[in-house]
């Protein structure tokens, strides 16, 4: 599966969603930001930030142009990461780079980048934490679809049974197809289906997931709400946690 299909549409559109995927990789990202320099404030395009790697600052510069970047502008750039004390700096451009530009990054800290060689360059950082962030909202559905985990005989009407059924039965395959992924079930390289939608990109597909484990959460704790169970206190932290396989199904 790819990362993404989403390509830029803009300028602004390239700049969103660099800082997007970023903030999805564990960064903090901010864009646009004026950060300070040895000369003085200046306005970057992307600041990302990490409080737990090596790589604790860098900066991206975005360029929806429909021509190749020129030398001059990378001079620039490299003075900007310099001068700011970012690690490395990311130029990302839609139409490429000028000989002379590929020249004036060369052994340098600055990365020349197109749009699909930085989702390239980040896509198993991000994949494994978006992965793990959608696991996490969909982690209480793992007790509340599971019959031995919900003592549904304490409810108090056969019509609460039924209801608590049909919402189990409604989320199970959901929550487990996640799990599915982690354990390498399907066949890397092929697209996935679920709930009569077909995956090609783990953008699409966790997106997906995030919007129905949020919902079956929220219909759960709305229905215990109106259908207290005496003396159950779930701990919907609780999970076994396995060596993902989620990157094995990665392709470029």
């Known amino acids: 599966m ?28 901010e864009s646009p930001k004026v950060i300070e320099t040895v000369r003085g404030p200046v ?8 409080d737990n790697e090596m790589l604790s600052q860098f900066i ?7 021509t190749r970047v020129p030398q001059e502008k990378i001079h620039a750039f ?14 990302i451009s839609k139409a490429g780079y000028q000989k002379g530009a ?16 930085f989702i390239n360059m980040i896509a198993k ?30 409810l108090t009407t ?8 049909k919402l189990q039965d409604k989320y199970r395959e959901p929550y487990f197809f996640a799990r599915s992924l982690e354990l390498g079930f399907h066949r890397p390289g092929d697209p996935v289906e679920l709930d009569g ?7 699409s597909l966790f997106d997906y997931l995030e919007k129905v484990y949020i919902q079956g959460v929220r219909e759960f704790e709305g229905f215990f709400a109106k259908n207290p169970i005496t003396d159950w206190n779930p701990d919907l932290d609780e999970r076994m946690h396995y060596e993902s396989c989620i990157l094995d199904y990665l392709t470029f």
């Open 125 to 154: 950082k991000w994949v494994k934490n978006r992965f793990r962030a959608v696991q996490k909202l969909g982690e209480p559905l793992g007790i509340y679809t599971n019959y031995l985990d919900v003592p549904i005989e304490k």
């Open 60 to 66: 991206s510069e975005c360029k929806f142009w429909d």
């Open 43 to 50: 306005e970057v395009d992307v600041l990302a930030t990490s």
């Open 197 to 203: 939608f077909q995956f090609d990109d783990f953008c």
């Open 102 to 117: 590929m020249k004036a990054a060369n052994c340098s800290n600055v990365l020349l980048k197109d749009w699909n060689g």
């Open 2 to 29: 790819l990362v993404t299909n989403e390509v830029p549409s803009s300028w602004k559109d390239l700049q969103d969603k660099v800082c997007k995927y970023l903030k999805e990789c564990g960064y903090h990202a």
């Open 158 to 165: 056969e019509k609460a049974e039924h209801e608590c059924i």
């Open 78 to 91: 490299r003075t900007v990461v310099q001068d700011s004390g970012s690690m490395i700096g990311i130029f």
